[in-house]
C-alpha cells in the first residue's frame, strides 16, 4: 500500500469519528495559538521598545554627568576631560553640554528659557526639523533651535506664569505665538525679566530662532539649544552675574559621548564610571532590555509548549482509543499482507493529519486576534505588557510556519507510542476482538 493510499485511508477513519477529531484538533488549535501569541508577544514587545529607544534617541550615544565635588571624591567635566573623554577606546565623538538660563523678549511675548549649548557639528545629525533648520556654528550672534514643546515656553508679556506648564497634550498642535522671521528677538543671561538689576545687568544681545523641532516625547521634544561657542561669549562677556548664577564657561555637569558603534557602548561607558562619572547610554539599556526579553519570550514559550503538551496527550489518547476500536481491522490488515511499517505509518498519518489541521486552524486564528488587538481603540495591556495605542501585535510568517510544524511534530510524537502499540497486536488476537 502506498504513501497516497495511506493517507486516503487515514483521512476516512479520522472522517468516519468526526466527534472525536474535531475535539482532538481543538485542543490543536488552543495549544497552537497558546504558543503562536505567546511568541508573538515577546517579540512585539521587544520592537516597541527598541522603536522607542531609536527614535528617542542615537543608540550609540552616551550622557555623562558630573558627580559630586572633589571633597566628595566626584569629577567634573571640563574642556581637558572632553579631551579625555576622545581617547577612550571606542569614542567617535564628544561634546559638552551647559545648561544657561536665559530671558527672552519678543515683542508682546517672553519666555524664561534653560538653554541647552552644545557643539552644532555634533548635534545637528540628530535633529530633526518641521520649520527651518539648524543654528549656524559659526555665526557669532546667539541662534535658538527650539524645541515642539518648548513653543509654549512664550507667553504674553505680563501674564502670569504660575499656571502654565509646558508638558501640554502630547497630541496638543502647537506653534510659536508670533512669527520668528518677523519679531526681532531679545536676550539676556539669567532668569529674571529684563536682568535689570543695578549692580549686574546682563548684556542685551538680539537673536534668532532659526528652526523648530518635530514633535517629540524625549528631551529634544522639550529643550532649547544654542551654540557652545556663543554661550561661552555671553558667559565671559556677563562674568559677574554668570559666577552669581553658578555658570562657568569652562565647567559642565554634563558631556555627550557618541561610540564608533553599538558594541562599544558598553565598554566605554564603565570606562567613564571607573574615571568617577555617571553614564547611561540608550544603547545599553537596549541590550539589558534584550537580555530581559531573552527571559521573558522563554516564559512566555514555556506557556505555550505547556498547552501543546495537554494537546498532546489529547491526540495519544485518541489513537489509543481509536486502535481499541479497531481491533479487527488491524488484525485483518495484517492477516492481508500489510507490513507492520505499513500500520505504524498509517497511525502516524493520523496523528500528523491531526497536528496539521489544528496547526493550520490555529495560524489562522491567532492572526484574526493579532488583527482585532492591532484594530483596538486606546492602550492595550496583553499579560502584563503595556502596548501603545497603534503599535502592532507582530505574527512573522516564520512563526506562523514556525507554530504550524510544531503542532505536526507534536502530533507524530504522541502518535508514535499508539502505533507501536498496534503492530504489537497478534492479529488473531486482534480478529477475535481479544
Given at each position: 500500500?502506498?504513501?497516497?493510499?495511506?493517507?486516503?485511508?487515514?483521512?476516512?477513519?479520522?472522517?468516519r469519528?468526526?466527534?472525536?477529531?474535531?475535539?482532538?484538533?481543538?485542543?490543536?488549535?488552543?495549544?497552537?495559538v497558546?504558543?503562536?501569541?505567546?511568541?508573538?508577544?515577546?517579540?512585539?514587545?521587544?520592537?516597541?521598545?527598541?522603536?522607542?529607544?531609536?527614535?528617542?534617541?542615537?543608540?550609540?550615544?552616551?550622557?555623562?554627568?558630573?558627580?559630586a565635588?572633589?571633597a566628595?571624591?566626584?569629577?567634573g567635566?571640563?574642556?581637558?576631560?572632553?579631551?579625555?573623554?576622545?581617547?577612550?577606546?571606542?569614542?567617535?565623538?564628544?561634546?559638552?553640554?551647559?545648561?544657561?538660563?536665559?530671558?527672552?523678549?519678543?515683542g508682546?511675548?517672553?519666555?524664561?528659557?534653560?538653554?541647552?549649548?552644545?557643539?552644532?557639528?555634533?548635534?545637528?545629525?540628530d535633529?530633526?526639523?518641521?520649520?527651518?533648520?539648524?543654528?549656524d556654528?559659526?555665526?557669532?550672534?546667539?541662534?535658538?533651535?527650539?524645541?515642539?514643546?518648548?513653543?509654549?515656553?512664550?507667553?504674553?508679556?505680563?501674564?502670569?506664569?504660575?499656571?502654565?506648564?509646558?508638558?501640554?497634550?502630547?497630541?496638543?498642535?502647537?506653534?510659536?505665538?508670533?512669527?520668528?522671521?518677523?519679531?526681532?528677538?531679545?536676550?539676556?543671561?539669567?532668569?529674571?525679566?529684563?536682568?535689570e538689576?543695578?549692580?549686574?545687568?546682563?548684556?542685551?544681545?538680539?537673536?534668532?530662532?532659526?528652526?523648530?523641532?518635530?514633535?517629540?516625547?524625549d528631551?529634544?521634544?522639550?529643550?532649547?539649544?544654542?551654540?557652545?561657542?556663543?554661550?561661552?561669549?555671553?558667559?565671559?562677556?556677563?562674568?559677574?552675574?554668570?559666577?552669581?548664577?553658578?555658570?562657568?564657561?569652562g565647567?559642565?555637569?554634563?558631556?555627550?559621548?557618541?561610540?564608533?558603534?553599538?558594541?562599544?557602548?558598553?565598554?566605554?561607558?564603565?570606562?567613564?564610571?571607573?574615571?568617577?562619572?555617571?553614564?547611561?547610554?540608550?544603547?545599553?539599556?537596549?541590550?539589558?532590555?534584550?537580555?530581559?526579553?531573552?527571559?521573558?519570550?522563554?516564559?512566555?514559550?514555556?506557556?505555550?509548549?505547556?498547552?501543546?503538551?495537554?494537546?498532546?496527550?489529547?491526540?495519544?489518547?485518541?489513537?489509543?482509543?481509536?486502535?481499541?476500536?479497531?481491533?479487527?481491522e488491524?488484525?485483518?490488515?495484517?492477516?492481508?499482507?500489510?507490513?507492520?511499517?505499513g500500520?505504524?505509518?498509517?497511525?502516524?498519518?493520523?496523528?500528523?493529519?491531526?497536528?496539521?489541521?489544528?496547526?493550520?486552524?490555529?495560524?489562522?486564528?491567532?492572526?484574526?486576534?493579532?488583527?482585532?488587538?492591532?484594530?483596538?481603540?486606546?492602550?492595550?495591556?496583553?499579560?502584563?505588557?503595556?502596548?501603545?495605542?497603534?503599535?502592532?501585535?507582530?505574527?512573522?510568517?516564520?512563526?506562523?510556519?514556525?507554530?504550524?510544524g510544531?503542532?505536526?511534530?507534536?502530533?507524530?510524537?504522541?502518535?508514535?507510542?499508539?502505533a507501536?502499540?498496534?503492530?504489537?497486536q497478534?492479529?488473531?488476537?486482534?480478529?477475535?476482538?481479544?
Amino acid at each position: 500500500m502506498g504513501l497516497t493510499d495511506l493517507i486516503r485511508l487515514a483521512g476516512q477513519n479520522l472522517w468516519r469519528r468526526q466527534a472525536r477529531t474535531i475535539l482532538t484538533i481543538l485542543g490543536v488549535i488552543i495549544g497552537t495559538v497558546c504558543i503562536i501569541l505567546m511568541v508573538a508577544l515577546g517579540i512585539s514587545n521587544y520592537r516597541q521598545y527598541e522603536a522607542y529607544f531609536s527614535a528617542s534617541t542615537s543608540l550609540t550615544q552616551i550622557e555623562v554627568y558630573a558627580t559630586a565635588g572633589d571633597a566628595y571624591g566626584g569629577a567634573g567635566i571640563t574642556d581637558e576631560t572632553i579631551a579625555g573623554f576622545l581617547s577612550i577606546d571606542g569614542v567617535d565623538e564628544a561634546t559638552p553640554v551647559l545648561y544657561m538660563p536665559v530671558y527672552a523678549d519678543a515683542g508682546q511675548y517672553e519666555a524664561n528659557l534653560n538653554v541647552r549649548a552644545v557643539d552644532g557639528d555634533y548635534i545637528g545629525d540628530d535633529l530633526v526639523f518641521i520649520n527651518g533648520g539648524m543654528f549656524d556654528s559659526a555665526s557669532t550672534t546667539p541662534q535658538l533651535v527650539v524645541g515642539y514643546y518648548a513653543q509654549n515656553s512664550f507667553i504674553a508679556q505680563g501674564e502670569d506664569e504660575s499656571g502654565y506648564d509646558v508638558f501640554n497634550d502630547a497630541d496638543a498642535d502647537i506653534s510659536l505665538p508670533f512669527d520668528p522671521s518677523e519679531q526681532p528677538l531679545e536676550l539676556y543671561l539669567g532668569n529674571v525679566y529684563g536682568m535689570e538689576t543695578a549692580d549686574m545687568p546682563s548684556k542685551r544681545y538680539v537673536a534668532a530662532i532659526t528652526g523648530v523641532l518635530e514633535k517629540s516625547q524625549d528631551e529634544q521634544g522639550y529643550s532649547v539649544y544654542m551654540s557652545l561657542d556663543v554661550a561661552k561669549t555671553m558667559i565671559q562677556q556677563n562674568h559677574a552675574l554668570a559666577d552669581s548664577i553658578g555658570i562657568e564657561a569652562g565647567s559642565y555637569t554634563t558631556a555627550l559621548v557618541r561610540a564608533e558603534d553599538l558594541d562599544s557602548v558598553s565598554g566605554i561607558v564603565d570606562t567613564l564610571n571607573q574615571m568617577g562619572y555617571e553614564a547611561y547610554s540608550a544603547g545599553e539599556a537596549l541590550k539589558s532590555m534584550q537580555d530581559e526579553q531573552a527571559r521573558q519570550q522563554s516564559q512566555l514559550t514555556f506557556i505555550g509548549l505547556i498547552a501543546l503538551f495537554v494537546s498532546a496527550i489529547g491526540i495519544a489518547n485518541t489513537m489509543m482509543t481509536s486502535i481499541l476500536e479497531r481491533r479487527r481491522e488491524i488484525g485483518i490488515m495484517k492477516v492481508t499482507g500489510l507490513a507492520l511499517p505499513g500500520i505504524r505509518r498509517m497511525f502516524l498519518i493520523e496523528a500528523a493529519v491531526i497536528g496539521l489541521f489544528g496547526g493550520a486552524a490555529g495560524t489562522v486564528i491567532s492572526y484574526v486576534v493579532a488583527f482585532f488587538v492591532n484594530n483596538a481603540p486606546g492602550e492595550t495591556v496583553i499579560l502584563g505588557m503595556y502596548f501603545e495605542e497603534g503599535m502592532v501585535l507582530i505574527i512573522p510568517i516564520w512563526l506562523a510556519l514556525a507554530g504550524m510544524g510544531i503542532a505536526v511534530f507534536i502530533g507524530v510524537i504522541a502518535g508514535l507510542y499508539p502505533a507501536w502499540k498496534a503492530t504489537k497486536q497478534s492479529p488473531m488476537d486482534a480478529i477475535r476482538g481479544v
